[in-house]
């Protein structure tokens, strides 16, 4: 069982209030993402449920029982840090063997549960060697194989692929995955990587200085935005936010919308019209930066990989309706 | 220092100052080897004929060299003893935030600038004294007998004093590892349930290992000669109860002017901190290693 539910739970450091008071509840075998962009203190408010900071009002429950004042030993949590922070006198055995250790469990049922989590991590070759002659893929794993042995009720992770070379963090994203869907334990994410949110997640929530500026699955935040920042933030390359007439004509402040969402076209039914910029090929798409004389920043387009156009070509483009994203003064989404 | 040249060019730049070393070292090293050879008595002018291992014979089965033996390996292993202990409980303590941190750190590592016969007067007539010492006020405000240190606890005073001087180095090169220890495996040892002893037998002291080494072999070298603060103080006595090798070679080549004979425990002396040397290097090197 791991279910957290987090109640006005506040932090400040000294007169600098980090996480204003905040409601979240996390339910038993969710997958969880804190994303955010650096400083939005997303680590903080993992750190406060892992009980490694003493929050400074509110209250933090697991599985219904009040875990405030319980030492961070005792809540029954497992941790993977950002550093791995392996230890590294230790071969891979005792680190992953250590909190079974500090339990005082006996030595062979220590043994059966090392073994078993390295088969499951593919580490049973590296057992007797020291952390410090792993790759980074594989320090990874050890840190994670110390979090499962000790069989908690949520696994809480603080950016644990960001060490990792691109390649491996994909490779690393598809395991954690699958040891969601193998383990069914709760799992809390951090992550400034909008792209491990959207794949790996149950349910993504986004942080902006401290608040909570939604919460929800990952097609939810991508399909029906709160706000500004959600809109800005979720969706790669960067939602179109544009202001002025445009968006006066369809009734709000700023409209939105994404490069996907938007056709390129040479005919003359099209609805705006714009010169492209930088074009970036990717082989399955490209984006094209497009000048608009009505917008100081240039227009992101997705097109298909086989569309010719250059730097300097002019063009027509057709935004879909059905797809614009409304919102107010506020920055407020508009139904 | 990638090609060729600029390797070739590297020796030749330093060779002056290898060779100004290695001569520094060399000659007063031959002149001690052949001196010990020789019968040389400031006492007894006249020619100083080869006697071959005569003052080694002499200097050895002195029955003050064993006692100077022991107390040596005494006073090494207790200051070793107290300055690492004491270093690690003293880096602990100044590694926690408080306020006044940095006057604090500061003043720890004031006895280190203190010259050692300063220090060792200070402590001889200051604190140790029975009479006019700040321990014999104690003592006697308690209604206890004073002691006298330097004659009841001669060996033990002095390794009280040579600590002092040292547990500044040492707290100094522990606290500094202690501060270079990745703050997460402590949160990760936290959480994997390791109360404070577990993380600090666990996690802190194999870090501190090789800072450890550090502290005991740089220590070793400087505590096999100590010689002001045995001067200052007791002068070797009671008896030999406070004498080192190095104040043994000095009470023959100076007190009995027997030059030989000194230059014979000089000699014996580098041997003993060799060997010493090679001991505690094989012992606790591989700590350097990795």
Redesign the interface.
Known sequence: MGRITLDKVRKSFGAIEVIPPLDLTIEDGEFVVFVGPSGCGKSTLLRLIAGLEDVSGGEIRIDGKDATDVPPAKRGLAMVFQSYALYPHMSVRKNIAFPLRMAGMDKAEQDRRVDDAARVLNLTDYLDRRPGQLSGGQRQRVAIGRAIVREPAAFLFDEPLSNLDAALRVGMRLEISELHERLKTTMIYVTHDQVEAMTMADKIVVLNAGRIEQVGSPLELYRQPRNLFVAGFIGSPKMNLITGPEAEKRGAHTIGIRPEHIKVSDDDTCIWRGTVGVSEHLGSDTFFHIHMPSRDEPLTVRAGGDVDLYHGDHICLTPDEAHMHRFDEKGNRIE | MATKASRAAARLMISPAVLLLLGWMIVPLSMTVYFSFLRYNLLMPGDNPFVGWENYKWFVTDPSFSAAMVNTLLLVGGVLLITVIGGILFALLLDQPMWGQGVIRIMVIAPFFVMPTVSGLVWKNMFMNPVNGIFGHLAQAIGMQPIDFFSQIPLLSIIGIVSWQWLPFATLILLTALQSL?Q??L?????????WL?RFW??ML??L?RAITVVILIQTIFLLSIFAEILVTTNGGPGTATTNLTYLIYVSSLLQYDVGMGSAGGVIAIILANIVAIFLMRMIGKNLD?
Do not use: K, R
């Open positions: 990745d997460e495996q949160e990760a040892a936290e959480m994997d349930g390791a109360g577990s666990f996690i194999p870090h290992a990795a």
